[in-house]
């Protein structure tokens, strides 16, 4: 970019000056390294693009259920009188809504084209599912869950 840039300004110059011969013989090469450089552009977009459905992918298949296992979680200790001390019910409470507003809204996003919205939109809603499941004290390891049976989790 900044070879073709330096081009330009380069023959910028010589129209400048009037050197109309030098102009008419370096605009097509720059114009055709230009157009390169526009193909490249297209061409990274396109891998990021699928970069990001790739792992769009995985979320699709593991978010769902992350938020469904706490928001079953909750649901069943909202019943109870009484909760573990280690249990932060309200801070799962408003993490998981915060992660079913953020799905929804990364699925919307998804639906209408916009896949680089939807990731990151994604990322912040399981992000907001494991604070819940945390809070909860249910275990996520390698990015499955299940609930905690090995006592409290390591301090440090």
Sequence with gaps: ???VQGKLTDLDASYDKQDYA?????????LAEAKDLASAAAAKKAEIIKSLKDEWTGLEASLPPLVAAVKTR?????KQKRVAKSVDLAAA????????????????AYMAGKVEDAVPG????????ESAAAA??????????STRSDGPPPRG
């Design 1 to 3: 970019m900044a070879s």
């Design 22 to 30: 030098t102009v008419l013989a370096g605009a097509p090469a720059i």
């Design 74 to 78: 909750v649901d069943a200790l909202s």
């Design 93 to 108: 409470k408003s993490s998981l809504a915060d992660a079913t507003a953020l799905w929804d809204k990364a699925q919307a």
């Design 122 to 129: 994604a990322k912040d809603a399981q992000a907001k599912a």
């Design 136 to 145: 909860l004290r249910l275990k996520i390891p390698g990015g499955s869950w």
